[in-house]
């Protein structure tokens, strides 16, 4: 493949129709997404991405019964630990706030974590809200005057660079509020398989489908 994303967002969703179609209950699909993460991730690295963020639980997710938020968050716990064993450069962006934040996940906040060599950037979104993200530029009532370095840089998710491509799992076509700033620009594959059934083939489909894409970023 000629152009491969540098940095791609993931949209795992899909996991309680999962469970639902398996009979389980709702909160127990959560787990089964866990193991396609660290699939995903070991993809991405072979295929030369550079960057790669996981959309774990939003502020709005936060409203389901509290059977299936603590299964998520416990999760999305899961996860980053999973991830820290792995070679990367680990940041958690979220609300860190709110007392549905996991306190466990606090210190991949502060600062990028290096594991390993730390080449491969991993980002997870916990508790994120895209108004949250963009409040601090709200509150400052200057928005007019700030430039388009200065906007970008009051963003609580600064730290992330723009996303070139994003995959969405589950067949939902729309974002759910990711990234609002990072994605303006990004193209997006949608595949109708939910997350838990992951398989390599839609990653390779998706990158396939992306060296036809016309990126000129309005120009």
Not at 35 to 61: A, H, S, W
Not at 65 to 86: E, Y
Not at 104 to 118: A, S, V
Not at 124 to 152: A, E, M, P, R
Request: charged residues 25%; positive net charge; contains cysteine.
């Amino acid at each position: 493949m000629h152009r491969i994303p540098t940095h791609i967002g993931i949209i795992p969703d899909g996991n309680r129709r999962w469970a639902v179609n398996k009979g389980l209950s709702k909160e127990k699909g959560y787990i089964y997404g866990l193991k396609p993460g660290i699939k995903l991730y070991e993809l991405c690295r072979e295929m030369g991405v550079k960057e790669l963020t996981f959309y774990g639980f939003t502020q709005d997710n936060t409203k389901r019964p509290s059977v299936q938020t603590n299964a998520f968050r416990k999760a999305c716990v899961d996860a980053v630990r999973m991830l820290s064993q792995r070679d990367a450069s680990l940041l958690v962006i979220g609300d860190v706030n709110s007392p549905l934040f996991p306190r466990e996940l606090k210190p991949y906040t502060e600062k990028r974590k290096i594991f390993g060599k730390g080449l491969f950037k991993i980002n997870f979104l916990v508790n994120y809200g895209w108004k949250w993200d963009i409040n601090k530029i709200i509150k400052s009532g200057n928005i007019n005057q700030l430039s388009q370095k200065g906007l970008f840089d009051s963003i609580a998710s600064s730290q992330l660079s723009r996303i070139d491509l994003i995959i969405r799992w589950g067949g939902r076509r729309r974002l759910s509020g990711f990234l609002p700033i990072q994605t303006v620009y990004s193209d997006i594959y949608v595949i109708d398989d939910l997350w838990p059934d992951f398989k390599k083939e839609h990653f390779y489909k998706a990158l396939k489908w992306y060296q036809d894409q016309d990126v000129t970023l309005g120009g």
